[in-house]
Every structure is written in structure tokens, then in C-alpha cells.
């Protein structure tokens, strides 16, 4: 961890430039508009950064106010909420890292702990930290992996824990005459040729979504023994498994025909739109069962599976069948409200807020006392508690992830352009790609 504020600014100004962002402005933050007494004082109003969980911006904050007048009733601590789509969160964290204006509170996607922890923007959260929120025990040892880097203090704290499991629609599968789900890739793709016809397909991919071609790619490859950097951190992006995984994916358009061209322009959730209007018989999502049925899906029409794997019974990383997916919550170094920010972060982990917001999310609590409860002994959630808990592996916690994300994320856009142009995609290209996103990383 970077302590000084002058090397702290040069590394967030360092990541902006490599990912190519635009600096954006900051809403709100922890400077001029907070008002109050001292810090967690009566009267204090901090700015908390919220990330779009929800079916849309507007759900979002009907389902967070209630929650946060309620901790302003309890402290006596405004809260400013603003909710921020994915596409413009990390832009605006990096932009808060530079100028050192920022919000108190903010969400983070955790696979951008590490990355965000080498700037010095979030406080980490040592032992004491951890004691003022009832300790570090009361989360998951998976969801706080995926909290930063290994032996040292983590940067943010789970908030929202998902993992990805393998969605069929129950009726397809039986007018085809499916008995189960696959198990390996191998079936996945038989299974879903007799599932595509009549304007029906296989599978829904979410091409354009530079989040999910990562999420996937790291799966894929991983179950191949490659983990996209190696052991000092160095980005391997090119190597065979890599190009194997990345291409098994692309080939669900280019190959196998079993995911619609037009997939390849998906980028926001319009896979689950296919799956739970019976467009698509199968897709591969985290946590989705809140989106489905706001689309009219009941839970007994689907099912929910691990990812398929290589082979049948896989042990050690070819078990792998999803990275560690969640929401990490953290406080912005340069908070002049440090106290109530941490009271923040406190209330929102508390075990009935986990209750209520998971719950709310469809999402898995990281707290483990809040996991017990019926609501998430629903049949999805349980399969998905036992991947995070059994075959679930963090994304490489490495500083130069979010590059990793920016970089292989578009280059898997741009195969799968290609596949929907009609364009082969061969071992050569992919590696092609792999390799210019490789070449555009920062020097080690």
C-alpha cells in the first residue's frame, strides 16, 4: 500500500492513463458538501456512491432510501445517495483517486479490490477497522479474498456476494428431449443445437459486455490451469490456454451456432431478457433470479446448475466453475467523516440490512449469520452458496487487474464482432488480440 498522498495520486493518475478514461467530474464527496459537527457527529451528511444492482437507477434508489433514512434516524448521519451505472463507476472512482475529491462511501465491483487498494484511495481495513464492524469473522473467507490483495489489509468489505451458475429453461429443455443439464462444455454445446430452431436459441451471450467476456474468460481459462498473470503479476494473456478459452467461448456464435449474432451487441443484461422470455433456453449468470422474475419468469420454470466444466468430476482449478462475484463497500481515504462513513459501512453490513438487502438483490449475504436465513434457501441460491463456497475463485488480485478487465474485456468484444460478421475466428486471431491487449498493458 502506497501511504504518501503524492505516490497515492501518481498511481491512481497512472491507471486512468493506461485504461484511456476520461476524467470525470465528482459528484458530491467528501469536501464542500458535507455539513455538520465533527466526524460521525449529529447533523454530519455523508456522500455514498452506490453501484446499479438493481433492474434500473430508479430501483435502486427506491430500494436503498428506506434503508439509509433509517440509519439517519438511528445516528443521526445524512446521507447524499447517488447511484452509478457500470459503465461509469470505475471512471469516476479513478477520477476520485486523482483529484482526491471523492464520496465518503462507495460501492466497488471486487474484482477491482487490489487495483484500486495500489492507489491508497480506500482505507483498508485492518483488525481494528474490522472490530468497529463486528470483525472480520462475520464474512465469508471467499467474499473477503476477493477484498485485495494476499497478506495485506483488505481494501473494501463485502457487501453483496453472487456467483455464476448455469440458467435452463425447464420446458425447452423437455420439448427437446433433455433429460438434465450439462455437465462439460462438450454437452452444453450438443445440448444446445437440438435447443436452437425456430428462432430459438441454445444460449444467450452478452458479447458487447466487457464485464462478462472477463468473468467467462478467466473461468474458461482457468479450468485450463492459466490464471492471466503469472506469479510476480505479469500479464500472460496470449498463452495457449488463454486463447483456448477465449476462443471455446467465441466459438457459441462463430462455431457452434448455438448463441444469436446479434448477441454479439449485448451489453447490458439483455441475455437475461432472452432467457426469461424463453428466446434463449440457457445463459450463464451471477445472482439473476431478482431479474428474471421482474420479467414474468417463475422459479419453477428454470433451473439453476454449476457452469459446465472440461471434463465430468474435475478436481483442483479444472473444478473452477466462476470467479468470486460481488460487491465489495468502502471508505475513501480522503473522507473528512471517517467515523460515520465506517458507521456506514457498519450499518449496511449489519446482519438485518444484509437480510434486507441481498434480499431485496437476489444476491447472496457475505455475512454468514445473515445466510441462514429462508430467504436464501431458495433451490438457485443454494446451488450458488455451495459454487461460492466449493468452486469459486477470485479474479487475479493483482494492481493491474482493472487493465486486465479494459483490455481483454474489448478484445473479446471485438472476437465476437467479428464472429457475427461472419469472420473466422481462428487460434491466430484470437491470439492476435490477446497479444495487442497484452502489448497495451502498463510496464511491470
Known amino acids: 500500500m502506497r501511504n504518501s498522498t503524492s505516490s497515492r495520486l501518481l498511481a491512481a493518475t497512472a491507471l486512468v492513463a493506461a485504461l484511456g478514461l476520461t476524467v470525470a467530474g465528482c459528484g458530491g464527496g467528501s469536501g464542500s458538501d458535507n455539513s455538520g459537527g465533527g466526524s460521525g457527529a ?29 440509519f439517519t434516524r438511528a445516528t443521526g448521519i445524512k446521507v447524499k445517495l447517488e447511484v452509478i451505472g457500470w459503465a461509469d463507476l ?29 492507489t491508497g484511495a480506500l482505507m483498508p ?15 465469508a473467507p471467499a467474499a473477503i479474498a476477493a477484498a485485495g490483495a494476499a497478506g495485506k489489509d483488505p ?32 454437452e452444453l454445446v450438443a445440448d444446445g443445437k437440438k435447443l436452437t430452431k425456430d428462432g430459438h436459441y441454445g444460449l444467450a451471450v452478452e458479447g458487447s459486455n466487457g464485464a462478462e467476456n472477463i468473468h467467462h474468460a478467466f473461468v474458461l481459462a482457468k479450468q485450463r490451469g492459466s490464471g ?62 431478482s431479474s428474471i422474475k421482474a420479467h414474468g419468469m417463475t422459479q419453477d420454470q428454470y433451473g439453476v446448475v454449476p457452469v459446465p466444466t472440461l471434463v465430468a468430476n474435475p478436481t483442483g482449478d479444472a473444478a473452477v466453475t466462476s470467479m468470486v462475484a460481488g460487491i465489495n463497500v468502502g471508505v475513501f481515504n480522503g473522507t473528512k467523516h471517517k ?52 468452486s469459486a475463485a477470485p479474479l487475479p488480485q493483482v494492481a493491474d487487474e482493472s487493465q486486465f478487465e479494459n483490455l481483454v474485456g474489448p478484445a473479446v468484444k471485438g472476437l465476437f464482432a467479428d464472429a457475427a460478421a461472419g469472420k473466422d475466428v481462428t487460434d491466430d486471431t484470437v491470439k492476435a488480440a490477446l497479444d495487442k491487449a497484452q502489448q497495451q498493458m502498463p510496464p511491470s
Do not use: C, H
Open 42 to 70: 449529529k447533523g454530519t451528511t455523508i456522500t455514498y456512491w452506490a453501484s446499479n444492482q438493481g433492474t434500473s437507477l430508479d430501483n435502486d434508489k427506491q430500494v436503498l432510501t428506506p434503508e439509509l433514512d433509517k
Open 90 to 118: 470505475l471512471n469516476r472512482i479513478l477520477a476520485a483517486a486523482t483529484s482526491g475529491q471523492g464520496p465518503d462511501v462507495l460501492n466497488i465491483g471486487n474484482t477491482w479490490s487490489a487495483s484500486l487498494q495500489a
Open 125 to 139: 481495513w485492518d483488525d481494528a477497522a474490522f472490530g468497529r464492524i463486528g470483525g472480520k469473522d462475520r464474512f
Open 155 to 186: 481494501a473494501a468489505v463485502p457487501l453483496y456476494s453472487m456467483a455464476y451458475g448455469l440458467y435452463y429453461n425447464k420446458k425447452m429443455f423437455a420439448d427437446a428431449g433433455i433429460a438434465n443439464p450439462p455437465k462439460t462444455w462438450d
Open 228 to 289: 492471466w498473470f503469472d506469479a510476480s503479476g505479469r500479464p500472460t494473456f496470449d498463452t495457449p490456454a488463454n486463447v483456448a478459452a477465449v476462443k471455446s467461448y467465441v466459438d457459441f456464435i462463430a462455431k457452434d451456432g448455438i448463441a444469436a449474432k446479434g448477441d454479439a451487441e449485448y451489453q447490458q443484461n439483455q441475455t437475461i431478457t432472452d432467457f426469461a422470455t424463453g428466446k434463449a433456453a440457457m445463459m450463464m449468470w451471477q445472482s439473476a433470479a
Open 339 to 390: 467515523d460515520a462513513a465506517v458507521q456506514l459501512v457498519k450499518f449496511l453490513t449489519s446482519t438485518p440490512e444484509q437480510k434486507i438487502l441481498n434480499g431485496k438483490y437476489g444476491s447472496i449475504p457475505p455475512v454468514r449469520e445473515a445466510q441462514s436465513d429462508p430467504a436464501f434457501q431458495t433451490p438457485d441460491l443454494k446451488v450458488l452458496a455451495k459454487v461460492l463456497t466449493t
